[in-house]
């Protein structure tokens, strides 16, 4: 997750909410989450998951928004994605 401080934000940046990486954090852990929630390991493991970092970044662009934090995401990258050992040989 990269992320940097909009300039035409610096209001919301530092007076909405109290520590704003913080609560990006807590987002992110929040909708990668629910992203795999959402999908069974087969679709994890897919030729698929280079598109997954875009997908959470639009989810988590609209969470900042609403939140007016203040804050851009540059990038969102979603790597090492690998199945339980016990059930590796598997796939």
């Known amino acids: 997750l990269q992320y940097r401080i909009d300039a035409e934000k610096l209001a919301d940046y530092t007076q ?3 520590k704003p ?3 990006l954090r807590n987002l992110a852990w ?3 989450v629910k ?5 069974d390991m087969n679709d994890l ?3 698929h998951a280079g598109e997954f970092g ?3 970044r639009s989810r988590l662009r609209e969470r900042i928004a609403a939140l007016k934090l203040g804050l851009d995401l540059v990038y969102v990258g979603v790597f090492n ?4 050992p016990s059930v590796a040989e598997a796939y």
């Open 16 to 18: 909405q909410v109290e």
């Open 54 to 56: 875009e997908t959470l």
């Open 35 to 39: 992203f795999n929630a959402a999908h």
């Open 30 to 32: 929040a909708e990668v």
């Open 81 to 84: 994605v690998h199945p339980d």
């Open 21 to 23: 990486e913080e609560t």
């Open 45 to 47: 493991l897919s030729e």
